[in-house]
């Protein structure tokens, strides 16, 4: 059998950390096994689904690399599920339902002051042809439910394990709305069947859905997909993320400067077993990847983590592949620039900064007094005499000679150096930046100008 997963998001907004990670779980899953990532798109409800945002769903999962070996739109199969609703209203288990909005609150506050389960009541299958002609005659129109069976649906979930949902327990599920809109139900499951989807990996928020999902799947005749469902998203301090996932949706995330590896090494492993490390590829990500090491408690998602990830994804980047970065910021000073400042950077962008300190003008607090700084320059000229550059031994030759002078050492000595010649109390190794920096730019400097 040849693996098949589906992510099917829907295009009424952007994608947000929740929907890829389960996107890049699917398409782990299909990579370690040999198998297809179909992407599809959700968009029956035609109000609100936009072009703009399709195009920004493709965007986010091309950029993060999760390529799709197959892929469509729900809106261009409307005939399909209208076959299998004609079939299921044949079997009669699709069921027409004239009660408003209103009459069912009202119907389930009376149940729950009963204390009966707030489920429907199958009135409606209670109707006579001339009762519904009535009803239609006021100008009402049916939605249609999903007549369940009542049973006991149990399933071998790949990470919650023996899973059981008593559909008896459920209210019939409505498949499609009286304005003739297919909610998620029938579509999903529709689709899944003729794309031979043989997985379906989604967010735990979905088991009880399951249960009336493989009741639809065996009615049609179909075989049922495996299962798993994954725990949900929690913030670092272990509140839901739910009401917070429009902050961190991937368009935004990309605009602040995150690398994808970061995103996919951190989305892909909490909530497992593994740490929590940079891996450099999706590829890589997949090796290790295993329904297993999924756990049951909340991931955590943690913003910390990924800033680490994100700056490990820099420091990782070799000169070839920054280069056309840098040259897009205007800041491409070399190789042995970047090699310098990467393990200095949080944030790609960040580069700029950088080289704006070592080409630009500095504005530091100066060196200590005017013998320390008389001392620093004389120094300095005798270690790179007129018509020669620094190299990489001349900051250590010319802070000994400057210690000598002087009898400042150890962070009395460095930090004003530094100061005087970046601006910056931390970064690279001096010994990189001084040839970046060059002598005369360097003298300037030390004079204070």
């Known amino acids: 059998m040849t693996v098949k997963v589906r992510f099917a998001p829907s295009p009424t907004g952007k994608l947000h950390v929740g929907n890829v990670r389960t996107a890049l779980v699917n398409w782990m899953f299909a990579q370690a096994n040999g198998g297809v990532f179909v992407l599809r798109i959700d968009d029956t409800d035609l109000e609100r689904s936009t072009p703009e945002n399709e195009a920004g769903i493709e965007t986010d999962l091309t950029w993060l690399g999760l390529v799709w070996g197959e892929r469509y739109n729900q809106s261009k199969r409307f005939d399909h ?69 009542g049973k006991r649906v149990v399933w071998d979930d790949l990470v919650r394990g023996r899973c059981e949902v008593d559909t008896a327990s459920l209210s019939d599920p409505v498949l499609i709305r009286e304005d003739g809109l297919y909610l998620y139900t029938l579509p999903s499951v529709v689709d899944d069947v003729e ?45 839901a993320l739910s009401k917070r996932l429009g902050s961190l949706s991937i368009s935004e995330m990309r605009e602040q400067g995150y690398e994808p590896a970061a995103i996919t090494s951190h989305l892909g492993r909490i909530g497992t077993s593994d740490a929590v490390e940079f891996v450099a590829s999706l590829e890589a990500l997949s090796e290790g990847f295993s329904f297993d090491k999924l756990g049951r408690a909340p991931a955590r998602y943690d913003t910390a983590d990924l800033d680490r990830l994100n700056a490990q994804a820099l420091h ?134």
């Open 316 to 449: 990782a980047m070799d000169y070839a592949t920054a280069r056309p970065r840098l040259e897009a910021l205007g800041c491409d000073l070399g190789e042995g620039f970047w090699l310098a400042i990467r393990e200095n950077i949080g944030r790609f962008r960040d580069a700029k900064d950088w080289a704006e300190t070592l080409t630009g003008r500095v504005r530091g607090p100066g060196l200590p007094d005017a013998a320390f700084q008389a001392s620093a320059i004389l120094a300095f000229e005798e270690a790179v005499p007129p018509g020669t550059e620094p190299d990489g031994q001349t900051w250590s030759r010319w802070t000994e000679a400057v210690k000598a002078a002087t009898g400042v050492k150890g962070r009395g000595l460095f930090l004003p150096l530094r100061q005087a010649l970046t601006g910056r109390d931390e970064g690279p190794d001096m010994s990189l930046l001084l040839p970046l920096i060059g002598r005369e730019r360097i003298l300037e400097r030390l004079r204070g100008g």
């Open 195 to 239: 794309m031979g989807i043989t997985h379906v990996v989604r967010g735990e928020d979905h088991v009880t859905n399951t249960g009336a999902q493989i009741e639809i799947f065996e009615a049609l005749g179909a075989a049922v997909p495996t299962f798993a469902h994954m725990s949900l998203l929690i913030g670092a301090d272990g509140q």
């Open 81 to 149: 599920y209208a076959a299998a609703a004609e079939k299921l209203k044949a079997m009669g288990r699709l069921y027409a339902c004239y009660e408003t909005q209103e009459e069912l609150d009202r119907r389930r506050k009376v149940q729950l002051s009963r204390g009966q389960p707030p489920i429907y009541d199958r009135s409606a299958l209670d109707l006579t042809d001339e009762q519904k002609a009535a009803l239609e005659a006021e100008g009402r129109r049916p939605h249609w439910r999903f007549k369940l069976d």
